[in-house]
Nanobody, 125 residues
Framework: QVQMVESGGGLVQAGGSLRLSCTTS????????MGWFRQAPGKEREGVSC????????YYADSVKGRFTISRDNSKNTFYLQMNSLKSEDTAMYYC??????????????????WGQGTQVTVSS
């Protein structure tokens, strides 16, 4: 049984930082891309960043490039999203997800088979 559990969300002022964590179990990582999505109220869910678990390759949406960093710790079966210079428009529910397909140029939501329950990030201006 695959489980993905996010943590680390919260309330932060604009310009501040948060680090999200996603701890996984039941996955075999050699062929998986791990990603972070977010969904703001009234908006569609969007891919934020993903990492190839074994190769370490990364992808970032234009809206977060230079501010967010994705990483993973193979020994802990956990991956992270370090979010710096947060803006009010980053406010959303953040979800971690896993896919068996890696795309260097995007994050097709339909490729992600496993999802966490989400963690709320609220950035106050």
């Amino acid at each position: 049984q695959v489980q993905m559990v996010e943590s680390g969300g919260g309330l932060v002022q604009a310009g501040g930082s948060l680090r999200l964590s996603c701890t996984t179990s039941g996955l075999t990582f050699e062929h998986y891309a791990m990603g972070w999505f977010r969904q703001a109220p009234g908006k569609e869910r969007e891919g934020v960043s993903c990492i190839h678990w074994s190769l370490g390759r990364t992808y970032y949406a234009d809206s977060v490039k230079g501010r967010f960093t994705i990483s993973r710790d193979n020994s802990k079966n956990t991956f992270y999203l370090q979010m710096n210079s947060l803006k009010s428009e980053d406010t959303a529910m953040y979800y971690c997800a896993a896919a068996s397909v890696w795309w260097a140029t995007g994050m097709p939501e339909g490729d992600y088979a496993y999802w966490g329950q989400g963690t709320q990030v609220t950035v106050s201006s």
